[in-house]
């Protein structure tokens, strides 16, 4: 007999009162972001919007309903995610991708899972009918099965289904950075002594097509500008990806297996569309207009592409003592 476990996005199901994870009904709650992160940067009061500009949150108030196994599984890994933090970036090296993938799967699904709960709401306010694309369904449906790995018997064989990437960054020490993009699973943070960026499903593309860069700046500290340069160059990469991350899924008496398959193009259709520097630029400015920088600095007539990671004549990495902007 195979595993039988629970997917929301079948029948669409957020409800308060079913566990996130397991659809167990319950009474126990769990933050979206983890309470000692929000203690030690004191943003829990503060406030965020949802997508659809309508409603807004303190990060404290973001909840989970979970199960009581649930809640143990996520604060034995605050735990582990916590000594290893307290090392700085030699500290989070030491985890494997498993622990780093629940640990970004849970803010990243927190805010999914919150997305989801309020347009249901308000579409039944409307008395209308909460749709989600199949393509969507599918896509949420896989990212909250591999989620349930950390307390189910669930294995990642070959190919993993995403990217992480862990680096040494340079931040004065009472400020982080922290994006997420729901939609397509992504996830940023970068503190003083570390940045995390993770494609969480990915099934790696977008980590080989930067390979080279992420190769180059082995052994060096990023300055936040390359920071967000990096994430600027995943995230328009994911844009302009062409193709769905496909899985092998095999389920089983003893459990459930998930094989991510290589995307490969085919003859008609590279993996990657076409790199469109004025769409990139704009991007770019986004994540850059804290340092003053416009898109007309970073694109000009007869000058190369403005970049902070690579020298754009000799595309050496460009190292972040040279750079003189705040951090």
Request: proline share 5%; hydrophobic share 40%; charged share 25%.
């Amino acid at each position: 007999m195979s595993l039988s476990l629970f997917n929301p996005f079948t029948d669409l199901i957020f409800d308060e009162q079913f566990c996130f994870l397991t659809g167990d009904l319950t009474i126990e709650k769990m933050t979206v972001y983890p309470q000692w992160l929000m203690d030690h940067f004191k943003f829990g009061e503060d406030r965020i919007e949802m997508m659809d500009k309508s409603k807004f949150y303190t990060y404290a108030d973001l909840q989970l309903p979970c199960s009581p196994r649930v809640k143990e599984a996520f604060e034995s890994l605050e735990v582990k995610i916590q000594e290893a933090y307290k090392k700085g970036y030699e500290g989070m090296a030491t985890l494997d991708e498993e622990t780093l993938f629940f640990w970004t799967g849970r803010m990243v699904y927190g805010m999914l899972y919150h997305e989801m709960h309020n347009e249901s709401n308000r579409m039944m306010k409307q008395r209308e009918r909460f749709e989600l694309s199949p393509m969507l369904r599918e896509r949420f449906g896989n990212f909250h099965l591999m989620l349930q790995s950390i307390i189910e018997p669930i294995n990642f064989v070959g190919q993993k289904p995403w990217t992480i990437a862990l680096f040494p960054l340079k931040y004065s020490a009472d400020i982080f950075s922290y994006r997420d993009d729901t939609v397509n699973l992504l996830f940023q943070f970068g503190v003083n002594g570390f940045g995390i960026i993770a494609c969480l499903q990915d099934n790696g593309v977008i980590g080989e097509k930067e390979k080279d860069l992420l190769e180059k700046m082995k052994g060096d500290v990023l300055h936040p500008v390359q920071f967000e340069e990096l994430f600027a160059r995943f995230h328009y990469s994911d844009y302009i990806l062409q193709y769905k991350p496909e899985y092998i899924i095999e389920n089983t008496a003893e459990g459930i297996t998930i094989e991510a398959l290589p995307i490969i193009a085919n003859a008609n259709r590279p993996v990657f569309g076409f790199w469109d520097d004025e769409t990139f630029a704009q991007l770019l400015t986004n994540y850059w207009s804290v340092y003053g920088i416009q898109r007309n600095d970073i694109i000009q007539f007869q000058k190369p592409f403005l970049s902070f990671l690579e020298n754009p004549y000799t595309k050496d990495f460009v190292k972040s003592d040279g750079i003189d902007l705040p951090f």
